[in-house]
Nanobody
Framework: QVQLVESGGGLVQPGGSLRLSCAAS????????MGWYRQAPGKQRELVAG???????NYAGSVKGRFTISRDNPKNTIYLQMSSLKPEDTAVYYC????????WGQGTQVTVSS
């Protein structure tokens, strides 16, 4: 079973940028859908951005134009480039892969604060 490990989270000031990475322990080329989700304290987990194995992407309205998801199949990694970060982007960010199984990473904390 493929395992997913996120990295790249941290503390950033409003208006700043971060790039999250999600590295898979195996090939992601057959994973139909991969996505980034986030969960803020007291809130439900929500989809931030998703990408199919054909490269089609979708974004939550709150991040459209600020975040970009991409995947590098040879490196078995997906990325989330986050720009113009806002305090409301503060959350634990999770990577998810959906194929025959539904796999989640352990999450990485992103805190946007001055």
């Amino acid at each position: 079973q493929v395992q997913l490990v996120e990295s790249g989270g941290g503390l950033v000031q409003p208006g700043g940028s971060l790039r999250l990475s999600c590295a898979a322990s195996g090939s992601i080329s057959s994973i139909n859908f991969m996505g980034w989700y986030r969960q803020a304290p007291g809130k439900q987990r929500e989809l931030v951005a998703g990408i199919t194995n054909h490269g089609s992407t979708n974004y939550a309205g709150s991040v459209k134009g600020r975040f970009t998801i991409s995947r590098d199949n040879p490196k078995n990694t997906i990325y989330l480039q986050m720009s113009s970060l806002k305090p409301e982007d503060t959350a634990v960010y999770y990577c998810r892969g959906v194929a025959a199984l539904d796999v989640w990473g352990q999450g990485t904390q992103v805190t946007v604060s001055s």
